[in-house]
């Protein structure tokens, strides 16, 4: 299947924790996101790599920290979990090229901090 | 300046209604507009998308109306089915760096069979 996979799909955890996203695409894109989804549905961009180059950045706590081993990987770390920090985390990715501005998600990742 | 508003919040429609959402922006640097659809414990998916260069766009009972001078576009579902109950989001980017999508605040949509 080519898609857009997130793992874990699920994550529960202590408040204090560390834990760790992973995204990965096979579609050959250039591009990936992480967006935040909150509780009201609220979509915001936190990150954006292109070819493993950092290229959006956003008022996003430093306890969250993008890396992208490769242009078809991108993992989301989160440091000292807090409880505002429940939400549902969505990867996206988006391939090269003028006029291509289509961006293909993932399927989510939950994370209910307690 | 970088925000979409959309509306309604929620939208409850009979089957075979037309079911219609509407989004504003103020940047008129945004070229690009697309809608996504999203069901419940998934992922958002490209439903439509429109650049400014048209007023109109359709794809099966689903249109795209877009009034570059209002700065305002909307999704027009025809024939509204229980299956298109789902949460919809618009977006703007700007087609050229980071194309950053700002996307909408959601419209809940439910269709009554």
């Known amino acids: 299947d080519t898609a857009v996979s997130q793992t874990p799909k699920y994550l529960v955890t202590q408040m204090g924790n560390d834990k760790s996203i992973k995204c990965e695409q096979n579609l050959g894109h250039d591009t990936m996101y992480w967006y935040k989804q909150d509780s009201k549905k609220f979509l915001k961009i936190m990150f954006s790599y292109n070819n493993k180059e950092l290229i959006i950045n956003e008022t996003v706590p430093n306890r969250f920290s993008p890396k992208s081993p490769d242009k078809a990987h991108l993992n989301l770390h989160i440091n000292s979990l807090e409880l505002g920090d429940s939400a549902v985390y969505f990867c996206?990715?988006?391939?090269?090229?003028?006029?291509?501005?289509?961006?293909?998600f993932g399927p989510g990742t939950r994370l209910l901090v307690l | 300046q970088q925000q979409v508003k959309q509306s309604p919040q929620s939208l409850i429609v009979q089957k075979g209604g037309i079911s219609i959402i509407n989004c504003a922006y103020e940047n008129t640097a945004f070229d690009y507009f697309p809608w996504y659809q999203q069901f419940p414990g998934k992922g958002p998916a490209l439903l439509i998308a429109?650049?400014?260069?048209?007023s109109e766009k359709k794809e099966g009972r689903f249109t795209i109306s877009f009034n570059k001078s209002a700065k305002q576009f909307s999704l027009h579902i025809m024939d509204s089915q229980p299956g298109d109950s789902a949460t919809y989001f618009c977006a703007a980017s700007i087609g050229s760096g980071t194309y950053k999508y700002i996307f909408g605040t959601g419209t809940r949509l439910k269709v009554l069979a």
């Open positions: 429109i650049r400014p260069d048209v």
């Open positions: 996206a990715s988006r391939p090269s090229g003028t006029g291509e501005e289509t961006q293909y």
